[in-house]
């Protein structure tokens, strides 16, 4: 079965609202973790990424937690805007150049 | 500074039929990774490939799919006697190859199987 998964399938946020997307993995060897956003028609876009050795890494509007205790990844979007409805997936890696593993995605959907 | 280019974007086949998709990495990627995606799901890997090398194909089916990535062009995704549960969404992604490096997707190619 799946080792990555996802909380809530479905996720509606009001325009201007922080975002919330969550993520449970069960490999807890995997090292490296990425979430990637999937618009309509498109491919999956490289959102952020963490390496097991450190529990909070911030981008630009995006920050992505690591709870190796409990093998929770969450990312974290604020000031949602209607540009971020999309799904959204995050994905492990074992070790080293061995694929990544992604879970069933959450869909974000931005209420204007 | 083109991204992973996949060709054809929509493929339609008949049942029987052959299936070659085309995934061109990064500029600079040697490692490729074709994964497939059905409506509403997740991506489930397929193979991994350097130049020249199968590295892992755990993901592939044993029989009808077949993959390459040749010294020279494209990486080749070729799926032989298509049967409509072949339709699907299939994505190439690229990396440099080193340890904790994202990887790269193309916007896929769509093979509806009728």
């Known amino acids: 079965g799946e080792s990555v998964g996802l909380h809530l399938p479905t996720l509606s946020v009001q325009e201007g609202d922080n975002s919330i997307i969550n993520c449970a993995y069960s490999?807890?060897?995997?090292?490296?973790f990425i979430w990637y956003k999937q618009e309509s028609g498109k491919g999956p876009q490289f959102i952020i990424d963490?390496?097991?050795?450190?529990d909070k890494r911030q981008g630009q509007r995006v920050t992505v937690l690591l709870n190796k205790t409990v093998k929770h990844l969450s990312l974290q979007i604020a000031a949602t805007q209607p540009g971020d409805s999309a799904v959204y997936f995050c994905a492990e890696r074992y070790s080293g150049n061995t694929p990544l593993v992604f879970g069933k995605g959450t869909r974000l959907s931005v209420i204007a | 500074n083109a991204g992973v280019m996949q060709n054809p974007r929509h493929l339609v086949r008949r049942r029987g039929q052959e299936a070659r998709l085309r995934c061109s990495p990064m500029k600079g990627h040697s490692h490729v990774y074709w994964y497939r995606q059905l409506p509403e799901e997740g991506l489930k890997f397929m193979v991994y490939?350097?130049?020249?090398?199968?590295?892992?194909e755990s993901g592939m089916p044993k029989e009808r799919f077949s993959a390459e990535f040749p010294k020279e062009g494209p990486s080749i995704l070729r799926i032989q006697q298509v049967v409509r549960g072949d339709s699907a969404a299939y994505f190439c992604?690229?990396?440099?190859?080193?340890?904790?490096?994202?990887?790269?997707f193309g916007n896929g190619t769509r093979l509806t199987v009728t």
């Open positions: 963490i390496r097991s050795n450190m």
């Open positions: 992604a690229s990396s440099p190859g080193q340890s904790n490096s994202p990887l790269h």
């Open positions: 490999n807890s060897a995997s090292d490296y």
């Open positions: 490939l350097q130049k020249e090398n199968i590295i892992d």
